[in-house]
Each structure stands twice: as structure tokens, then as C-alpha cells.
């Protein structure tokens, strides 16, 4: 009962966090697309059609509905903020049912839950739009895209080397949280899975090493 207790008081807590974080980033908004014109065009496009998911994605909570945050806004807090209890395979499939201020709406096949889409582009156009949403959307089995010597990887959720950001991501997802700094040939970035307690190295752009912690 102890037990019980204690988690329904972190669940609530989690929730409130997710409240409060999702109310100041609505605070933040202005629209996703920038007039009615690339609204219909992005509904013409998007809107009823079913792709692929072309990432591994383990949502946020959002309330009662998950979040996709391509922003790098939880990412970027200093805190862990929980992720939902579910996980969505790469390749499954996916539909467009709208969007509002601040998301693109979406539906998965097998998950009764709204997925709410967090992107970058606020008053943009619609190739703004359609840039972000092709890391989380593919037209085709994402898996075909792949190199080779790298799929078998991709395919068990595996790390290796020379991997690019866009690899990782399909087998593991966005990270919780994104380091960047400069370094001796570019941009070295750390990226760290809190829920696989993985930390991932990339320097411009491709795995050298990780480490568990």
C-alpha cells in the first residue's frame, strides 16, 4: 500500500511539471505556419495521410495525450522530466490529423493517445515545416533508407561507430539532453539517454564512443 502511495505521488507530480512546462512554452507561441495559404497547403499534403515513423520515439507525457519534442526544449532543462511508458518502433505506421498553435497532430497505429509534434518553426512556410517533420516521418520503410553496413544496427537498437545523428535516432530516439562544444575539427556533441543511462559522442555528427553511467 506504502508503495502504491508513494508512486501515485510522483505520478502526480510528473504531471504537474508536464502542466507547467507545456503552459510556458504555449506562452511562447505565435502559430506554426505563418498564413492560411500554407495552413491549407499543409493540410493537403499531410493531413489524413499515413507515413512511417522514421525514428525510434519515446514520447514525453503531455496530460492525457504524448509529446514528440523536436525543439530540444525538455532536452535543454536541468532536470529529467519522465517519459511515457510506451515506445514506438521505427517503420510504424503513422497519420497527420491536424494541427494547432503549437503541434502537428498525429495518430499511431496501435496507441489510443493523441502524439503531439513540438517543432522548431513558428510564422514559417510549409518546407519549414516539412524539413522537421522529416526526422519523425517517412513516406517509405525507413529501414530502406539505411546503409548497409549499418542497418543489422539500426534493426537491434544498437550504437556503433560511425553512425550519424540520423541513425541514432532511428534506433534509440532523440536524447533527453543535447552538450555541445567546440572541438580541435568541429562541434563535438554528448548525448545522453536518461532512460538507457547512456551517454553517446559525436563529433561532427558521427559516433566515436559511449559510455554508461
Known sequence: MAYQGGRDVKHKIACLLGVLLWALIACQSTGILQGSGHEKAFRERYVQNTFYTA???????????????????????????????????????????????????????GHTPLFRIRLHTQRGTLDDVAKELALVLSKEPPLQSVRPEIRAFVERQEVARGMTRREVSMGWGLPDKITSIPGATGTIEEWTYFYRRMHVFLDNGTVTNWQQF
Not at 525514428?55 to 532543462?77: G, K, Q, W
Not at 522530466?81 to 497527420?96: D, E, F, N, Q, Y
Open 55 to 109: 525514428m525510434f520515439v519515446h514520447p514525453y507525457r503531455y496530460n492525457e495525450d504524448y509529446l514528440i519534442d523536436l525543439t530540444s526544449t525538455i532536452a535543454e532543462l536541468e532536470t529529467e522530466l519522465p517519459r511515457a511508458s510506451v515506445a514506438i518502433p521505427l517503420g510504424t505506421p503513422i497519420t497527420i490529423v491536424g494541427l494547432d498553435d503549437t503541434h502537428v497532430l498525429a495518430r499511431i497505429t
